[in-house]
């Protein structure tokens, strides 16, 4: 059970639940009609920087699920750009969603997210890659950064 409550989009969605708490209990509309328009462009890019991201995922033939050992190193697509553009597409959804909700406050919880992404999943997972990959893995970490 605790792998299945450890996984990526688990904690995105109690970052949400948390962002919509949050918002309501201090509220400070800064955005209104602006934070919607531009919090819905990037709940869109997110999803699809997202959906990209595991289209070259199964193509290289390799798991998106988080804690598995990769079968191949990805640097096409996305990943030319970014060592973690499924993480990232995570943080653009949860930046966009506080910014359609107007709950400004709640935008301090955006690092936040980022930070614990970075614990729990990216640094285990680039430690595999760096195991499995090797000269491939350390080549592909000195020319892309890990978010952006």
Request: aromatic letters at 12%.
């Amino acid at each position: 059970m605790k792998n299945w409550i450890d996984l990526p989009p688990v904690w995105l969605a109690l970052f949400l639940c948390l962002s919509w708490v949050v918002g309501r209990l201090f509220p400070l509309p800064l955005f209104g009609d602006v934070g919607a328009l531009l919090g819905a462009g990037l709940i869109g890019a997110g999803l699809l920087l997202m959906a990209w991201a595991v289209l070259e995922m199964s193509r290289a033939r390799t798991s998106v699920i988080p804690h598995r050992e990769p079968a191949a190193l990805v640097t096409t697509g996305p990943f030319s750009l970014s060592r973690n553009p499924i993480y990232l597409a995570d943080a653009m959804i949860l930046a966009g969603t506080i910014l359609w909700w107007d709950a400004t406050v709640s935008l301090l919880l955006v690092p936040v997210f980022m930070r614990l992404i970075s614990h729990r999943f990216i640094r285990p997972e680039e430690e595999r890659l760096a195991r499995g990959f090797g000269p491939a893995w350390d080549a592909w970490s000195l020319r892309v950064r890990r978010w952006l």
